[in-house]
């Protein structure tokens, strides 16, 4: 009898949920769903190759639904903009994050706040991040500095089969540190390497915590199979961490630094009796967030972009020419000459266009229904922008969109391009807090290496595979390479 009252009230779920998709109005579903999962096991695949196939099938918008909530995937430039810019009044807000969830802090820090908080929270964070970089250029100075000790790490390993991918990785952590929290860390020391292989056990648990985002239950099964309890361990320890670095701020142990601005910021607004959101929660929150932001994307666009100098050799010297013409060897790159260095700046745009580190960007969400191209998009959907269909548009970027070719962001005169359609860090209100200093990472660390370094495959007749991995970001497969140095 139990068992069939369990068989029936399956059954009668499965169908309420197929029923609740009767508003026709709805984008189109590429396959249909299945009952109370939905579209669930599509997403454990590939996505790049799936919504690539997904457009080709449906157009350039589609929707997925997952338990009970809706996704809406973009494509296009065009369809993109429309929303995130046109339309940004209707599709700015977050939906709650995986964060959200295992640290019990919901829609707290700047990436996945709304409305008045966000705009305080981003607005805080990024004068704080432009005091650093357009008031006495702290920002420049610090990554230097830390370029420094990659360099002479890179040295160490010339002449011999080497994998840089976790020493850039443990690098522009190291910068984030300086920045949030006031000094860089030895690469040997066990805290630094705890929180590094802490962000890093997130990043990796990220796509299969998100289930729990559509189909809370799953949250509570026994063991662990979606990896919540262990990102729930690694929040709590990131907490932790940060609870002890406001301390040391708050006594002044620690030079100036993010939290030491936010801190004084906070406590300037709560002395002129300022309505404000500001609390340590919100610092907390935004200090994972700018971690969470600043590592893998950095380090695997630095990743990629050596990848494709040992397939386009060509490149690689002609970069190392210019850094030669304007810098020469006497001196260390600086961010001055970043004006200078067009085809270095067109060989990094080309990486983040090719490579597509972001290839589906943060999912936004709407607080109300909207109508969208006459689709009615429902309160509370997540709406994700697929960046693979501007990055690899022929409309675009011409015939040769897979080519590696920096040339296609230098025009006739020699001058920089930047289409608007180049958005690597998103675009709209929600555009990247950190675009300014990624862009100075990444030129400084590539301009350095190129200068000091020429990069080799270990065997010429068998190249390193361009092949990726899907996770949080898409990056390459683990390479090996030799380091040559250029001064003997």
Not at 223 to 251: A, P, T, W
Not at 316 to 339: A, M, S
């Amino acid at each position: 009898m139990d068992l069939v009252l369990i068989m029936a009230t399956v059954t009668l779920l499965s169908l309420y949920f197929w029923l609740k998709r009767e508003d026709r109005r709805l984008p189109p579903y590429p396959v249909m769903p299945l009952p109370i999962v939905g579209h669930m096991f599509e997403l454990t695949s590939d996505l790049r190759l799936k919504f690539k196939q997904w457009r080709a099938k449906c157009g350039d918008i589609f929707c997925l639904k997952i338990g009970s909530k809706f996704m809406v995937v973009l494509n296009g430039y065009d369809l993109i903009k429309e929303v995130f810019v046109q339309k940004a009044d209707d599709f700015s807000d977050r939906p709650l994050t995986v964060l959200d969830l295992v640290s019990g802090l919901h829609h707290y820090g700047i990436i996945t706040s709304s409305g008045k908080v966000w705009k305080e929270q981003r607005a805080v964070g990024l004068q704080i991040l432009r005091n650093f970089g357009l008031g006495n250029n702290i920002l420049a100075e610090r990554i230097q500095n830390e370029i420094s000790y990659y360099i002479e790490h890179l040295s160490e390993n010339t002449g011999k089969p080497v994998d840089i991918h976790l020493i850039t990785y443990v690098s522009s952590s190291n910068i984030i540190c300086s920045i949030l929290f006031g000094h860089r860390f030895e690469y040997t020391d066990q805290l630094f390497q705890k929180v590094v292989t802490n962000v890093s056990l997130f990043l990796g648990n990220f796509q299969i915590n998100s289930a729990i985002l559509f189909i809370p239950p799953l949250r509570h099964l026994p063991g662990d199979l979606f990896r919540v309890k262990e990102s729930e361990q690694v929040v709590k320890e990131m907490f932790q961490f940060f609870d002890s670095c406001i301390e040391m701020c708050r006594k002044g142990e620690t030079g100036e630094c993010f939290i030491s601005e936010y801190l004084k910021e906070q406590d300037k607004r709560v002395k002129s009796g300022i309505e404000t959101s500001m609390d340590e929660n919100h610092l907390k929150r935004n200090l994972f967030d700018l971690f969470l932001a600043g590592t893998d994307t950095t380090s695997d666009t630095i990743y990629w972009f050596v990848l494709y100098m040992l397939h386009y050799p060509d490149v690689q010297k002609k970069i190392f020419d210019e850094i030669n013409e304007h810098v020469g060897t006497d001196r260390v790159p600086n961010i001055l000459d970043k004006q200078n260095l067009t085809y270095l700046n067109a060989a990094i745009m080309e990486t983040q266009r090719i490579s597509s580190i972001a290839a589906n960007g943060l999912a936004h969400t709407c607080p109300r229904d909207v109508i969208l191209r006459g689709y009615t998009i429902p309160k509370g959907t997540f709406v994700v922008p697929s960046v693979d269909s501007v990055f690899y548009d022929e409309n675009i970027w011409g015939k040769d969109v897979m080519t590696f070719r920096p040339d296609r962001f230098i025009d006739q005169d020699g001058e920089l391009l930047n289409p608007e359609e180049f958005i690597p860090f998103s675009l709209g209100k929600r555009i990247c807090l950190g675009k300014a200093m990624a862009n100075v990472e990444l030129f400084l660390y590539l301009a350095n290496m190129l200068q000091k370094f020429e990069f080799r495959p270990v065997d010429p007749a068998q190249l390193p595979t361009l092949d990726y991995v899907f996770g949080q970001t898409v990056y390459p497969t683990k390479y090996q390479l030799l380091i040559v140095s250029r001064f003997g």
